[in-house]
């Protein structure tokens, strides 16, 4: 299994560059959790809670946190991927419906350019994550 980015129409991979707008400390902690998705295989269950929970239908969310501050990844698995869709920082006790929306908005235009018959740049899924 592997995490990778998911990459809009225009290139952009808004869970990476999130990541790499927070401080180094920061993105470490975080990334190390997302390494974690990286050991799973194919036919192994997801992580458990707390590091990681459904959130509605397949959408899922990793749990991270530095400090007190917590962090949330919304993804989706699509085959032997893990598409990370969006990341915010957790300030309240339920996810925000924007944010789920703007994840489930996110692998619908993943699932509709990965479907597509002629695939054009660029494509749905970007860097693999770390």
């Known amino acids: ?27 470490e902690e975080i990334v190390s ?4 998705l990286n050991r ?3 036919n192994d269950p997801p992580l458990p809670f707390p590091l990681s929970s459904q959130v509605e239908g397949p959408l899922r ?14 993804y989706q698995r699509s085959g032997n ?13 339920q996810l925000p419906k924007a944010d789920k929306a703007v994840a489930q908005q996110r692998w619908a235009d993943f699932k509709e350019r990965i479907d597509a018959a002629e695939r054009r740049p660029p494509r749905p899924v970007g860097h693999d994550a770390p």
């Open 1 to 27: 299994m592997q995490a990778v980015y998911y990459r809009d129409a225009q290139g952009r991979e808004p869970v990476r560059a999130y990541l790499e707008a927070l401080p180094p400390e920061v993105r």
């Open 33 to 36: 959790t997302i390494k974690l």
């Open 40 to 42: 799973l295989g194919p």
């Open 61 to 74: 969310e990793l749990r991270c946190h530095h400090g007190r501050t917590l962090y949330r990844i919304l």
């Open 81 to 93: 991927l893990f598409v990370l869709l969006h990341i915010l920082e957790k300030r309240s006790a």
